[in-house]
Nanobody, 119 residues
Framework: QVQLVESGGGLVQAGGSLRLSCAAS????????MAWYRQVPGKQRELVATITGGGFTNYADSVKGRFTISRDSAKNTVYLQMNSLKPEDTAVYYC?????????????WGQGTQVTVSS
């Protein structure tokens, strides 16, 4: 299995920017679709953005034009550049494969990184 560690979250004012990073324990980007997800307590986890092994990207309608997913294969790292942040973007953000990794029959998630956008 691949270990994924998210970082870069924090508290930011509405309209501001953050850059999230996801470090992988080994190179998987050439064969896996990578994704950023987010979740608010009590709500379903939402798929935010994906990037294929070939570098093609897709975004949820709610973040199109504001977020950009990218990767650096040499560093085994996936990024999410978040601009024009809104309070509605507040959530714990996770990176994972798409579909998510499974361990013991359940989806395997890392610690995530908290993003809080104040008004």
């Amino acid at each position: 299995q691949v270990q994924l560690v998210e970082s870069g979250g924090g508290l930011v004012q509405a309209g501001g920017s953050l850059r999230l990073s996801c470090a992988a324990s080994r190179s998987i980007f050439s064969v896996s679709v990578m994704a950023w997800y987010r979740q608010v307590p009590g709500k379903q986890r939402e798929l935010v953005a994906t990037i294929t092994g070939g570098g093609f990207t897709n975004y949820a309608d709610s973040v199109k034009g504001r977020f950009t997913i990218s990767r650096d294969s040499a560093k085994n790292t996936v990024y999410l550049q978040m601009n024009s942040l809104k309070p509605e973007d507040t959530a714990v953000y996770y990176c994972n494969r798409s579909p998510p990794q499974r361990v013991g029959g359940v989806d395997y998630w890392g610690q995530g990184t908290q993003v809080t956008v104040s008004s």
